[in-house]
């Protein structure tokens, strides 16, 4: 967040905006596989 906002401060846009996306992609990640992994336990 401290990242972003200084990107933002610097008019660094392209910048700031592949920064988000990381973190959307990250927190996705996170969700899928703690739902495979959540299955694979159910499962044994």
């Not at 967040?1 to 401060?9: C, F, S």
């Not at 969700?31 to 159910?42: E, G, H, I, P």
């Amino acid at each position: 967040l401290l990242l972003l906002e200084k990107l933002d401060e610097l008019d660094l846009d392209v910048e700031a905006d592949l920064c988000e996306k990381l973190h959307d992609d990250a927190e996705h990640l996170f969700r899928t596989l703690s739902s495979r992994l959540d299955a694979l336990q159910d499962g044994n």
